[in-house]
């Protein structure tokens, strides 16, 4: 079964600094991963997706991450933190809900919470 | 991508009774998927509703407790039945519009309190 990883529960990083969130993943496939972020009462925002090519995604707000095979990572960065970065974080990967349909379902990691210090 | 209206956006609702949850999206999709998270918790997958067929439900979920309707592509309700402290989360609607390749996108959720 999928799984996803996110080892850190809390980070708290200082505003300027570089941030990297780290996410593990379990599939057998070639993985659908996602970043979402939850910012306190509200939804979840999608940061950027990898699906395939070039490994290294681009998202929103100057968020990037890796997919490394080898690994089984999909690391989320940033280079210089914002106080109005401090959110919950998740990590999600696809899994295929029905079959012949191409649709999934997401599984999310337990989430990581940035905190940002001035 | 779509735009997900989610209501109510909190309650609170005494043990036992029931509440009804409403996901409206500004356009068609096949897909419809409820998620609960409960207090400091991560997102779990409730059911996933597809537009006239049963929804089907993970395990943990039965449809007693958590009925889930879907009459058209842009509207789906989820209720929680005979509810008790336990069941005090956030519940969020999320679509898929073209098998992920949008992304899911998230309605805002619904902070259930159940004294």
């Known amino acids: 079964a999928q799984s996803v990883t996110q080892p850190d529960i809390h980070i708290t990083v200082s505003e300027g600094a570089s941030l990297e969130l780290r996410c593990n993943y379990s599939?057998?496939?070639?993985?659908?991963l996602f970043w979402y972020v939850q910012s306190p009462g509200q939804g979840l925002q999608l940061l950027l997706k990898y699906f395939s090519g070039d490994t290294l995604v681009q998202g929103i707000k100057g968020f990037e991450a890796e997919f490394k095979r080898s690994q089984s990572s999909f690391n989320l960065r940033k280079p210089s933190v914002h106080w109005s970065d401090a959110a919950e974080y998740f990590c999600a990967v696809g899994a295929r809900v029905l079959m012949n349909t191409g649709f999934q379902k997401l599984v999310f990691g337990t989430g990581t919470r940035l905190l940002v210090s001035p | 991508s779509a735009v997900i209206s989610q209501k109510p956006s909190r309650d609170i609702c005494q043990r036992g009774t029931s509440l009804t949850i409403q996901c409206q999206v500004d356009?068609?999709?096949?897909?419809m998927f409820w998620y609960r998270q409960q207090p400091g918790q991560s997102l779990t997958l409730i059911a996933t509703a597809n537009q006239g067929s049963e929804a089907t439900y993970e395990s943990g979920f039965v449809i007693d407790k958590f009925p889930i309707s879907r009459p058209n592509l842009t509207f789906s309700t989820l209720t929680v039945s005979n509810m008790s402290p336990e069941d005090s989360s956030i519940y969020l609607c999320s679509v898929d519009k073209q098998q992920g390749y949008d992304g899911y996108t998230f309605g805002s959720g619904t902070r259930l309190t159940v004294v």
């Open positions: 599939y057998g496939a070639t993985p659908y």
């Open positions: 356009s068609q999709v096949t897909m």
